[in-house]
């Protein structure tokens, strides 16, 4: 008797196994149905087939969708340990040691538009050996390492099987429009009872911004404009003088025509490399480790130092490299003559001479073009 159930037990598909999780998980068979790419119809097949081979009843149906037995809640825990175990033996799959092969990596859309898509060329031109996927990051770090070989973070994982390194800090700060700034009496201070009014990114994370208040504590009130998932867009609305927003402080290296608002305000996020520790193993993987860590190295581009840098200390660098201060906007000439600013330490003052070359078109730009932002890295000591 007990061969005949361990032969029944052999005809289990994986299929019919995570589809208990996929409909655990959503409010609804339909939505889980969606979320597993097949039909409501499949899914309930799958479970019935499934239960028949463990001799069992896995979920009770009612009126309102599907909830699990008891003995449906032990069948699911080992279900999310079996994938777990999958996934580790993908990984183990993995690690032949060879550069051939994928390196996937998921970011956030932000770091992706406006620093990581700017340098993949030069990096995918020097390793043909293997192939490079860059996403955007959809999902937490936890979850995401799962699917990415390394992940890109704006909180840290809890996982402690995972590694959780700081790569840097990038730097929130209001930007608008010269235009916006004059329609709405700006930079010498909101008017009280205007709507001022804001384009932000959807991102989840970066939503949770003060920003807001710190308008409305002046007496003025907020409108969202617009919510996008791009930041090119909302780059291109902020430019057009629709609304204010939130940039990263080095999108002033972009020569566009945003000028910083001093309301105060600024938010600095530290960014995460995540990653199993089994992968650093890969060499294909480790290439591009210490590729990141390059990209983001706070020495040569000192923006993503953990002390946060106005803006027009980042055209001061530029402006230095480039020839000196006749390329520098009005608002950073005037921010930089404040009295008791402390100058930068002289490192930060002389880039590559490659760098300063390629940066010269930088300031005339009419709009923002993050593929060139940072083209001036300071050199390491």
């Known amino acids: 008797m007990q061969h005949t159930r361990v032969a029944e037990l052999r005809g289990v598909k994986w299929d019919d196994i995570s589809s208990i999780a996929a409909i655990a998980q959503a409010p609804s ?36 969708g599907m909830a699990l037995t008891e003995a ?37 859309e932000l770091l992706v538009s406006l620093w990581l898509g700017a340098r993949l060329n030069d990096f995918v031109a020097e390793n043909r050996s293997f ?3 860059l996403e ?12 990415a070989d390394l992940v890109i973070s704006f909180v840290k994982p809890q996982n402690p099987d995972l590694v959780a390194a700081r790569i840097c800090t990038i730097h929130l700060h ?12 700006l930079p010498d201070g909101v008017r009280r009872g205007k709507t001022m009014f804001t384009v932000k990114a959807s991102d989840k994370f970066l939503r949770q911004s003060e ?3 710190v308008i409305q504590r002046q007496g003025a ?72 860590k390059q990209v983001f190295d706070e020495k040569r581009y000192p923006w993503f130092r953990a002390d946060p840098m106005h803006p027009a200390e980042i055209m001061q660098i530029i402006g230095h490299a480039m020839g000196g201060q006749k ?36 300031p005339h730009a009419k709009t923002a073009r993050p593929a060139n932002v940072a083209l001036v890295p300071t050199p390491s000591p």
Not at 95 to 101: V, Y
């Open 174 to 185: 209001p930007f608008a429009s010269a235009d916006f700034i004059e329609r709405n009496g």
């Open 327 to 362: 390329f520098m906007p009005r608002w950073a000439t005037e921010h930089l003559s404040r009295p008791g600013l402390p100058p930068l330490p002289p490192r930060a003052l002389r880039p590559p001479p490659k760098a300063a070359s390629r940066a010269k078109a930088a």
């Open 136 to 147: 955007h990051l959809d999902k937490r770090a936890d979850e995401a390492c799962d699917d």
């Open 131 to 133: 192939t490079l996927a």
């Open 211 to 213: 920003l807001d208040a």
């Open 29 to 64: 068979l339909r939505q889980a149905a969606r979320e597993a790419a097949v039909t409501p119809s499949t899914l309930v097949r799958q479970i019935q087939r499934l239960e028949a081979q463990l001799g069992t009843q896995i979920f009770e149906r009612r009126s309102r």
């Open 221 to 292: 009130e907020t409108r969202e404009a617009l919510v996008t998932g791009s930041t090119l867009s909302q780059i291109e609305a902020m430019e057009k003088g629709l609304a204010l927003g939130e940039l990263p402080n080095f999108i002033v290296a972009t020569g566009g025509r945003l000028v910083p608002l001093e309301f105060g305000h600024k938010r600095s996020i530290p960014v995460w490399l995540c990653y199993r520790q089994q992968v650093r193993r890969v060499e294909r993987v480790a290439a591009v480790i210490s590729w990141l």
């Open 72 to 108: 449906g809640q032990v069948i699911l825990k080992i279900a999310e340990e079996m994938e777990w175990q999958f996934m580790k033996l993908r990984e183990v799959a993995n690690l032949d040691g060879k550069r051939q092969g994928l390196v996937k990596i998921a970011a956030p």
